[in-house]
C-alpha cells in the first residue's frame, strides 16, 4: 500500500508543475460515535450493533469513544477496539486514557479510552492527556496520520469533561496547541460535551469548521438517543476541507447518536505534509 502512494502523490505534483488543472478532491466519509461500551438504549451488550451502524454508514474513519479493552465484566473483558477493526476489517489505533492493573496476574491491563479506525493504513499515531481537574476523569487527544490517496490528513479524536465548562475550556486550549497550524488537513471527531453556543465550541471554531453547521440540517442534536435534545457530538474540520453532507444516524446502539459527514479533502494538497 505504501509503494502505491508515493507514485501518486509524485505525479500529481508534476502535473500541477506543468500547469495541468489540480488534482480532484479526495472523498472521505467519517463519523464521531459513542459508543457506551457497546451497551444499548436497551441495556444489552451488544458490540455487533455498533459494528453494523459504521458498516452500514459506509464510513471510511470512525471516532469512537467510550471503548473498553479487557475493562470489566459489564464489557466481558474484551478489546472492543481490536474486535471491532477484525470485524469491520479496518486499521485501528486506541487510547487508552485510564489504564489499570489487571484484576488477576498475567491477565491484560484494564483499560478504557477512545479509538479511531480507517480503512487506509494509519500510518502514525499518538494519545496525548489533557488537562485535568483533581477527582475528575483522564481525557486525551487521540490522532491518526492517514494517506487518501495521496493527500495526507490527521484525524483527531476525544472527550471532553462531562461536567466542568472550566476544564473543557483547558481541555480545547490543548487541543488547540496540539493542532497548531498544520500544512495539510484535519478532521477534529468527538463527543465535546458542549452544546455549539458554549465558549468551548466557539473557541474550537475559530479555527475549525463545524461540518453540521456547514451542511446539515435541522438541529443535529445526538444526545440522549432516546429522546436527543443537544447537540454535543461533532465532525469538525479545516478550512480547505469541504463538507458536502452531515448527518445524525438513527439507532438503538448507544445512549449517543453517531454522527457522520460526507467531506472532500483539497486535491491541491497532494503530497503535503508528508
Excluded: C
Excluded at 229 to 250: E, K
Amino acid at each position: 500500500m505504501a509503494g502505491a502512494v508515493v507514485p501518486a502523490a509524485s505525479t500529481d505534483v508534476a502535473r500541477s508543475a506543468a500547469g495541468e488543472p489540480s488534482p480532484r478532491d479526495r472523498p472521505l466519509t467519517v463519523m464521531s460515535f459513542n459508543i457506551h461500551h457497546g451497551v444499548g438504549l436497551d441495556g444489552i451488550l451488544d458490540l455487533q450493533r455498533v459494528a453494523d451502524v459504521i458498516k452500514t454508514e459506509g464510513v471510511d474513519v470512525v471516532g469512537l469513544q467510550e471503548v473498553d479493552r479487557h475493562w470489566g465484566e459489564r464489557s466481558d473483558f474484551v478489546d472492543q477496539a481490536a474486535w471491532l477493526a477484525s470485524e469491520l476489517d479496518m486499521h485501528v489505533v486506541y487510547g487508552a486514557n485510564l489504564d489499570l492493573d489487571p484484576l488477576e496476574p498475567g491477565a491484560p491491563r484494564r483499560q478504557y479510552g477512545t479509538a479511531i479506525l480507517s480503512e487506509r493504513p494509519i500510518r502514525e499515531w499518538s494519545n496525548t492527556f489533557l488537562p485535568r481537574y483533581e477527582g475528575h476523569e483522564q481525557r486525551g487527544l487521540l490522532s491518526a496520520r492517514i494517506n487518501v490517496r495521496g493527500v495526507w490528513v490527521t484525524v483527531y479524536n476525544t472527550h471532553l469533561q462531562h461536567n466542568d465548562a472550566n476544564e473543557r475550556l483547558e481541555q480545547v486550549a490543548a487541543i488547540q496547541e496540539l493542532i497548531g497550524t498544520p500544512d495539510h488537513s484535519v478532521v477534529l471527531l468527538g463527543d465535546l460535551n458542549a452544546t455549539p453556543q458554549s465558549p468551548e465550541i466557539q473557541e474550537l471554531v475559530d479555527d475549525l469548521v463545524d461540518t453540521w453547521e456547514a451542511a446539515g440540517v435541522g438541529d443535529g442534536d445526538t444526545y440522549p438517543a432516546e429522546d436527543p435534545n443537544a447537540r454535543i457530538d461533532y465532525v469538525l474540520t479545516s478550512g480547505g476541507v469541504i463538507a458536502r453532507t452531515a448527518a445524525v444516524v438513527a439507532t438503538d446502539a448507544s445512549d449517543h447518536l453517531p454522527v457522520r459527514a460526507d467531506i472532500l479533502l483539497p486535491g491541491d494538497r497532494v503530497g503535503l505534509g508528508s
